[in-house]
């Protein structure tokens, strides 16, 4: 089954920024959606939990060079 997170993005500035974002976290396996909100400082995803977390979506996130929390 899928499960949904919401994630706290700082370091968005710009359009670019945010899908830079989104591709860090669709580089992962199992993402079945990525949505970046850069005005809110926001990325909700959809994913599954079998193949991966919250944490690594998280650390995907920060590794891209974007401070990343886990909201719920
Ligand atoms: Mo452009 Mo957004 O370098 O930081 S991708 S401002």
Same mark, same amino acid.
């Given at each position: ?22 591709? *860090? ?5 199992? $993402? #079945? =959606? !990525?949505?970046? &909100? ?11 939990? *079998? ?5 690594? $979506? #998280? =650390? !995907?996130?920060? &590794? ?9």
């Amino acid at each position: 089954s899928e499960a949904k997170a919401l994630f706290s993005v700082i370091g968005m500035t710009c359009s670019a920024c945010a899908a830079s974002v989104e591709k *860090s976290i669709k580089r992962l396996p199992g $993402i #079945r =959606e !990525a949505l970046v &909100d850069v005005l809110n400082n926001r990325a909700q995803v959809l994913f599954y939990p *079998s193949f991966v977390n919250e944490e690594s $979506i #998280r =650390e !995907a996130i920060e &590794d891209g060079g974007f401070e990343a929390t886990l909201i719920r």
